[in-house]
């Protein structure tokens, strides 16, 4: 039997569609493919270029080996910089989703970095540590949640492969795939390491120096290679849902990564990815 309410909330939500997408709780809200440059496809939390950053080849690369990343005076020194309206509104579950490649360029050189500029309160991404095992890890610390450092660990990622880095947090566990999996390579059952921690309390949005191929508040490098696709979701994607994006790669339209996250995600912003989206062809 269908009630008042539910056919009111139906025709809402309908309405929701036509005339203001995000309505309806779309999940993906910024995406950064680097097609020509670094706006926002989704959103309009467009990303500025700094220092020796450029586009190329369909993804930002920040000068190549040994290149400052780190935050000065609230800048990347070379990399890509989001502005704080990029994790707006994010105060539980929420997703991170890179694609990167890099050769080995030194140990911790940063992939993506949300920090207040401080290092007591960060959300870093690291594709390699400088202590044995070199893991590649997704460290959090403080914006509400642990006051010291935690670390969701990975297989090593500067072997200048394409790797998928993904973060999900459900607003207590936050765990990091890589190529949709949380023991690449066997690497963390081999080294008793975890991609999961628990973290209550954790506050992306305020974390507002954002910086992608560096932006770390330690004196980090960039990657000596190169981010191809970034994107935020304001809610935590599931296992299968990661796996399908992993297969679906870094040049998905928005319209196939709309199709992949389930509703009501997908409902918001359908038109949108219909619309806006064109599939890139990259270089190598």
Do not use: K
């Amino acid at each position: 039997m269908t009630t008042y309410s539910s056919r009111l909330l139906r025709s809402s939500c309908i309405a929701g569609l036509v005339m203001i997408p995000a309505l309806c709780s779309a999940a993906i809200v910024h995406r950064y493919d680097f097609a020509t440059d670094a706006n926002d496809s989704v959103g309009t939390s467009h990303g500025t270029l700094h220092g020796s950053a450029t586009i190329t080849g369909g993804g930002v690369y920040s000068g190549g080996d040994r290149i400052s990343g780190t935050l000065n005076a609230g800048v990347v020194t070379n990399g890509v910089q989001l502005p704080a309206s990029a994790v707006s509104g994010i105060t539980g579950a929420f997703t991170v989703e890179a694609w990167i490649q890099t050769p080995f360029g030194g140990a911790f050189t940063t992939a993506f970095s949300f920090s207040d500029g401080t290092t007591s309160n960060y959300l870093l991404g690291t594709p390699a540590r400088g202590n044995s095992p070199f893991a590649s890890t997704i460290s959090a610390i403080g914006a509400g949640g642990s006051a010291t450092e935690l670390q969701a660990s990975g297989r090593y990622a500067d072997t200048d492969q394409l790797i998928h880095m993904v973060l999900t947090y459900d607003g207590t566990t936050m765990t990091h795939y890589q190529n949709a999996s949380t023991n690449l390579d066997d690497f963390n059952s081999t080294n008793s390491l975890s991609a999961s921690f628990n973290n209550p309390g954790f506050n992306l949005s305020s974390l507002t120096q954002i910086g992608i191929n560096g932006g770390a508040p330690w004196p980090d490098n960039s990657m000596n290679g190169t981010v191809f696709d970034f994107r935020i979701y304001d809610s935590s994607l599931g296992a299968d849902q990661i796996a399908s994006l992993f297969a679906l790669g870094a040049d998905a339209t928005n319209s196939q990564i709309i199709a992949a996250i389930p509703e009501p995600a997908a409902a918001g912003l359908l038109a949108l990815g219909a619309i806006g989206a064109l599939r890139r062809r990259r270089t190598f």
